[in-house]
């Protein structure tokens, strides 16, 4: 069994939670798809934790734009990426820690297959950036869900919405819920799986997300956390709004 992760997004109480619930579901390997910074301060902690705890991590929109500059973004996405860029960024003088947590983000691939397995963060079209939506799905977007049915082996993976879900070549949205955690895939088919975000979730459910795969089934988790702790921090570190702490009491 595999506890695949994403959208930690600095988010250490969040990551905490799950990482201590995965301890109790007996996985062997956890994965991340990337977004382990941004929108939340504590950013080397959660790397740190990452780089530790998982098997690969994948590069997200909001890692690259640490390491190059905040492209498309919203603006308090983008004081969060400056908030994390001027805390992490090495000078002439920095210890090797803080080097290595650069190299790290700098380092992350944008993808990864496995057999048929496709892992990315956001969409096999654009790894980094490109949304695979509901509303894709809603509003009849069949060529690009085509598009990217084509371009996948078999199963794909991605974080990147915040919002967990699996979508089938018969384009229809499956969304779990309290009653209905669990999936299961038929190995003959294709399917888009959302893994959902730990840091951020935007379901209307503040409880951090993440998926574990066993065999044909998948189980998403909801792990509580205490997101005031989370959202008093962020209040304190100053340059970050408070919008992006107040979201995450109402999981939006
Ligand atoms: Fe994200």
Redesign the pocket.
């Known amino acids: 069994m595999r506890a695949i992760i994403?959208?930690v997004?600095s988010n250490i109480e969040a990551l905490h939670a799950v990482m201590a619930d995965i301890a109790t579901q007996g996985a062997e390997e956890i994965l991340c798809l990337g977004?382990v910074v941004?929108y939340g301060a504590d950013v080397e902690e959660c790397i740190d934790l990452i780089e530790k705890m998982t098997r690969f991590c994948l590069s997200?929109?909001?890692d690259f734009a640490v390491i190059t500059l905040p492209d498309r973004f919203n603006p308090l996405a983008v004081e969060a990426i400056n908030y994390t860029k001027h805390l992490m960024k090495p000078s002439a003088l920095s210890l090797g820690r803080k080097r290595a947590r650069w190299h790290f983000l700098e380092g992350l691939p944008t993808r990864q297959q496995e057999g048929d397995v496709l892992y990315v963060h956001g969409s096999p079209r654009d790894d980094r950036n490109e949304y695979i939506l509901e509303s894709d799905i809603v509003f009849g977007n069949v060529e690009k869900i085509s598009q990217v049915f084509d371009m996948i082996p078999r199963l794909l993976f991605v974080?990147?919405t915040?919002v967990p879900g699996v979508i089938g070549t018969d384009m229809t949205f499956w969304h779990p819920d309290d009653n209905q955690s669990a999936y299961t895939l038929d190995p003959q088919k294709r399917y888009i799986v959302n893994v959902g975000?730990v840091g951020?979730p935007r379901d209307g459910d503040n409880r951090s997300c993440y998926l574990l795969v066993d065999g044909t089934r998948i189980i998403y988790r909801r792990v509580p956390y205490d997101y005031r702790q989370t959202m008093a921090k962020m209040a304190r570190v100053g340059p970050i709004s408070r919008d992006s702490a107040d979201r995450l009491e109402y999981g939006r």
């Open positions: 994403s959208d997004h977004d941004g997200g929109n909001h974080g990147h915040h975000s951020q």
